[in-house]
Nanobody, 123 residues
Framework: VQLQAYGGGLVQAGGSLRLSCAAS????????MGWFRQGPGKEREFLSG????????DYADSVKGRFAISRDNAKNTVYLQMNSLKAEDTAVYYC?????????????????WGQGTQVTVSS
């Protein structure tokens, strides 16, 4: 499965962005999906995950209440709605396909990665 993440850009603090991640085929619909980010000089970190049904989600504490993950298996796409953005949200954002149907937060649980999309939040 190939993943294409897009929707990043420059936004002011307090603003919103919606990231999308398109999968190349329907294989992805049988797996959980996740969003990660990597800020300058930082390790890649888990942000959010959604199981293969779309009914169960998980969030890192740093984005809980501000970000929302969803998926549309008919469109082979997973989304990340980001609200109340802060300067510290500036990073490259990646989507990834899990090896499993349920949500896990470790990078090693994911085996296909998109190329990343830059999000810059100006203060």
């Amino acid at each position: 499965v190939q993943l294409q993440a897009y929707g990043g850009g420059l936004v002011q603090a307090g603003g919103s962005l919606r990231l999308s991640c398109a999968a190349s085929d329907r294989t992805y619909s049988g797996y959980a999906m996740g969003w990660f980010r990597q800020g300058p000089g930082k390790e890649r970190e888990f942000l959010s995950g959604i199981d293969y049904t779309g009914r169960n989600t998980d969030y890192a504490d740093s984005v809980k209440g501000r970000f929302a993950i969803s998926r549309d298996n008919a469109k082979n796409t997973v989304y990340l709605q980001m609200n109340s953005l802060k300067a510290e949200d500036t990073a490259v954002y990646y989507c990834a396909k899990s090896r499993y149907t349920l949500v896990y937060s470790d990078l090693s649980d994911y085996d296909d990665w998109g190329q990343g999309t830059q999000v810059t939040v100006s203060s």
